[in-house]
């Protein structure tokens, strides 16, 4: 090498010596003491902030979760097993975030963005934060657009806004997640995104999901969020911050975005076992007593942004499972207190054929009502009024033989209506054609036809409808309103297709 160069080698590196500022105040250093199952005491690191990334050996990351006094509580993401007592833990100044990006459309992921469906790595240049605290009421507006679900028994009876949190709770296997497949479903067209947060499910569940969604090219406009029941708890409990970062990046671009966290009892659960690990002192159930603060704080971030904050929303579907319908339990009593409403699933209805088993008597909404378009709300306004004096009279005809023809007509009325509420799976029905059916048989239009036909002639004169009066339809769809003029169509298009169907 010649002279010249390597002293101006010399030079430059002795500049840089003299420039030198070490960053070493913002790095800690702290010793592991224990290691279970994936949670690490760490003596050291006073300065630590709760979720602050921490640098294990081997390249393996964690979070902080419990900071005490003299030691912290954290939880090592990834191969625990390769860190042993006195290991070095470094903290990073960073708090935990997620990888955000459009890519993740369409694709499975874990809760830390690290896609699990084969289809290849994923790109992310931005990322958002685990937990942030919620927009403030002044940045956020009324609910007043529809999340329509395609489901004629919520969108009718039990109506969901953008930007909601409404509850499903039922016991096991009444159609929790098939409700919130159809709604996604649904949102195809509706320009919704839709992420799936699946916390403690089988992960053949969770690839069936994945299937469906797929089968029904509803794929493409949402993500799945995947930590099964086979991951540590730290993935699930961090599964539905993961979701929810990925909502509120997309919220932020003025996006309306569904999110479902199937279940939250699961998360619940999670969140125990961590606490019991870390031996946190716990209360009711065995849970840790902020676990009502832990689930207020996420579905908090559920909210509508104003315009000057873009309008996006971020509408969240909780689900709990109940044991034996009783929602007098911790979890269920807690999540119901933070919720705009509920849909109350019961095995019963279930068992009894009455699909999906929404128990429309209990169920509410308390701000959806604002979010239905005129048309629904003058047809559902019968509907309600029909289904109550169903459920009240139905109960007392039981006991009594001798009943008059009023009340006789307005039981077999409310049968009709409430066999209309009836719907399979994947078939969301768009709400012009819901209207059409309430319509058609709160004006009593259904009243000659035997209870058992009802789903024959509703799919048959939908059918109709889009084969010969496609223009009500759109009509309805586009005025949102039942003008005297489409009413006078829909009696026309009822009259005729009456006559061509066989009772
Ligand atoms: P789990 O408690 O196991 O999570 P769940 O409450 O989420 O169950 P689903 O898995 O949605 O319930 O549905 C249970 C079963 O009921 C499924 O086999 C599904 O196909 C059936 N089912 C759900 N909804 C309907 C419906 N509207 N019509 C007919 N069958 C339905
Ligand atoms: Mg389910």
């Known amino acids: 090498m010649n002279d010249d160069l390597s002293h101006h080698i010399a030079k430059d590196l002795a500049k840089k010596i003299e420039d030198f500022k070490p960053k070493a105040s913002a790095r800690r250093v702290g010793y592991i003491q224990s290691v279970t199952d994936g949670v690490v005491r760490i003596k050291g690191l006073p300065q630590v902030a709760y979720l602050e990334i921490l640098d294990f050996p081997h390249g393996l990351l964690g979070f902080a979760m419990n900071l005490e006094e003299d030691a912290i509580g954290a939880i090592v993401l990834g191969d625990y097993l390769a860190l042993s007592e006195g290991d070095e833990v470094r903290s990073t100044g960073r708090l935990l975030s997620m990888p955000v990006s459009e890519d993740f459309l369409g694709r499975v992921i874990n809760p830390v963005g690290a896609p699990v469906d084969g289809k290849g790595e994923i790109k992310a240049k931005q990322y958002y934060p685990m937990e942030r605290i919620a927009p403030g009421v002044t940045s956020r507006q009324p609910v007043t657009t529809p999340l329509q679900t395609g489901i004629k028994a919520i969108d009718a009876m039990i109506p969901i806004g953008r930007g909601q949190r409404e509850l499903i709770i039922g016991d096991r296997n009444t159609g929790k997640t098939s409700i919130v497949i159809d709604t996604i479903i649904n949102q195809k067209d509706e320009g919704v995104i839709c992420i799936y947060v699946a916390i403690g499910q089988k992960t053949s569940r969770i690839a069936g999901v994945a299937a469906e969604l797929n089968h029904h090219k509803s794929l493409g406009h949402t993500i799945i969020v995947a930590a099964s029941a086979s991951d540590p708890a730290s993935y699930q409990y961090l599964a539905p911050y993961a979701g929810t970062a990925i909502a509120e990046y997309f919220m932020d671009k003025g996006r309306d ?26 209360g009711r159930e065995a849970y840790p007593g902020d676990v009502f603060y832990l689930h207020s704080r996420l579905l908090e971030r559920a909210c509508r942004l104003d315009e000057a904050h873009g309008g996006g929303s971020i509408t969240a579907l909780p689900i709990i499972e109940t044991q034996a ?3 007098s339990a911790y979890i269920p009593t807690n999540v119901i207190s933070i ?16 699909r999906p088993a929404i128990n429309v008597g209990v169920s509410v909404s308390r701000v959806g009502g604002a979010a239905q378009i005129k048309a629904m709300k003058k047809v559902s306004g019968s509907l ?8 009240e009279l139905a109960a007392f005809a039981q006991f009594s033989t001798d009943v008059d023809e009023t009340t006789k007509r307005q039981i077999e009325r409310g049968a009709r209506m409430l066999s209309l509420l009836k ?3 994947y078939i969301p029905l768009p709400i012009a054609k819901q209207v059409t059916i309430i319509w058609a048989g709160s004006n009593g239009y259904l009243d000659d036809v035997p209870v058992a036909r ?7 004169f939908l059918e109709f409808m889009d084969r010969s009066h496609k223009k009500t339809l759109s009509a309805i769809t586009k005025e949102k309103t039942l003008t005297p003029e489409i009413e006078e169509q829909l009696t026309r298009a009822v009259g005729e297709f009456k006559k061509s169907f066989v009772k």
């Open 454 to 460: 009802v789903d024959q002639f509703e799919k048959e």
């Open 257 to 282: 975005v569904l999110i479902i966290f199937d279940d939250l009892s699961k998360h619940a659960w999670a969140y125990r076992q961590l606490s019991l690990i870390l031996r946190r002192p716990s």
């Open 325 to 327: 319908n009783d929602i």
């Open 423 to 425: 719907q399979g799976r």
């Open 339 to 354: 919720t705009d409403g509920q849909l109350f699933l019961e095995s019963d209805l279930f068992n009894a054929g009455q």
């Open 384 to 391: 309600k009024l029909d289904l109550a004096q169903y459920r």
